[in-house]
């Protein structure tokens, strides 16, 4: 079978996915591309009766129409227009996305806990040799300072990453409030979580959570007057899109010194070294970092040559894309 693998250059020379991609070499006949266009992809896609590949070129309705029939397309992630034309050509079609979600959602309590209990700011003053002793206890203890025990959470978006992150929250027997109009009540319960509107939820929570893909129905969903919303002190996450938030209405709310925010994402990166963002104590920043470690990597991989496997066995995918799912996809 022809099997095109279509990634980044830097996957073909990375030493931990080397052993998976000799395995494949020895059992199809593999081309290895980086193409970033339609028209850079097309004959090689024409040759390929399967596909391994990220999110990029899409596999539009017009380019899958000029180079004929996949009996299989894995992705690292894919977006609406790429599922609905894969789909309706009845190609079997995988997402690995999902394998980023462990690392994605410890990073979100990692910034959660960091945002509660100012450890970035710890560490900084630290380094700087300006921090400041408890001397005189408990008068000296700083009461913004708060423990994620027992604290209400609001998570919008209850896909992967944020079931991943709901697991981690049930140790810290948390008041859970999911956003999410794709999921059951069944499921939400599962993680002991209670369903609420956006406005609800940003009002009662303490800390809230972005973990939803960024398509039509998320744009600028936190946009300025859900930001005013926010509790005095609230501790706000984004490991999802930076298209979620209205940036430029965070900052006014950042500088008045009554909200923490944690950013992994940002409109345009890298962020530019004149940020507002870097001039805000009480913005933890990180550089898009939350699921790019290798073991996100090798997961990825793995899970799309498995599915690979299984549909040439005739067998069900494991991570299929299906119908139901494309709303929930980044548009």
């Not at 073909?12 to 020895?26: C, G, M, R």
């Not at 009845?90 to 959660?112: H, K, N, Q, T």
């Not at 005189?136 to 209400?152: M, N, V, Y």
């Not at 909200?259 to 004149?274: K, N, R, T, Y």
Request: hydrophobic share 45%; proline share 5%; charged share 25%.
């Amino acid at each position: 079978m022809n099997l095109l693998i279509n990634l980044p250059p830097d996957f073909f020379t990375q030493p931990e996915l080397q052993a998976s991609f000799a395995d494949l070499e020895k059992r199809f006949s593999v081309r290895k591309t980086s193409h970033n266009t339609p028209e850079e992809i097309e004959a090689d896609l024409t040759w390929a009766e399967a596909v391994l590949m990220w999110s990029w070129p899409v596999l539009d309705d017009a380019l899958l129409a000029r180079t004929g029939g996949l009996k299989y397309a894995g992705h690292i992630d894919i977006n609406q227009t790429g599922a609905t034309a894969e789909l309706a050509q009845g190609i079997p079609v995988s997402c690995s996305r999902g394998g980023f979600s462990p690392a994605v959602a410890e990073m979100a309590l990692g910034l959660i806990l960091a945002g509660l209990r100012k450890i970035s700011t710890y560490h900084a003053a630290m380094w700087a040799g300006e921090e400041s002793w408890v001397r005189a206890f408990p008068k000296d203890i700083d009461p913004q300072e708060r423990q994620l025990t027992g604290r209400s959470v609001g998570i919008v978006g209850l896909g992967q990453v944020g079931r991943r992150l709901a697991h981690f929250l049930k140790a810290f027997e948390v008041d859970l409030k999911v956003v999410d109009p794709y999921v059951s009540d069944e499921v939400i319960a599962e993680y002991n979580g209670e369903r609420m509107e956006l406005d609800a939820m940003i009002e009662a929570s303490e800390v809230i959570v972005l973990c939803a893909a960024s398509n039509d129905g998320t744009s600028r969903l936190i946009n300025a007057e859900r930001i005013a919303k926010m509790q005095s002190n609230a501790v706000f996450v984004n490991v999802a899109r930076a298209s979620l938030v209205d940036s430029e209405a965070l900052i006014p709310r950042l500088k008045k010194g009554d909200l923490i925010a944690a950013l992994d994402v940002f409109d345009v990166e890298p962020l530019a070294a004149d940020s507002e963002f870097r001039k805000l104590g009480n913005a933890l920043l990180t550089p898009h970092r939350a699921g790019g470690l290798i073991s996100s990597v090798q997961r990825n991989i793995d899970w799309l040559v498995s599915d690979m496997d299984r549909v040439l066995a005739g067998e069900k995918q494991q991570y299929p894309i299906v119908e139901g799912m494309i709303p929930s996809l980044d548009a």
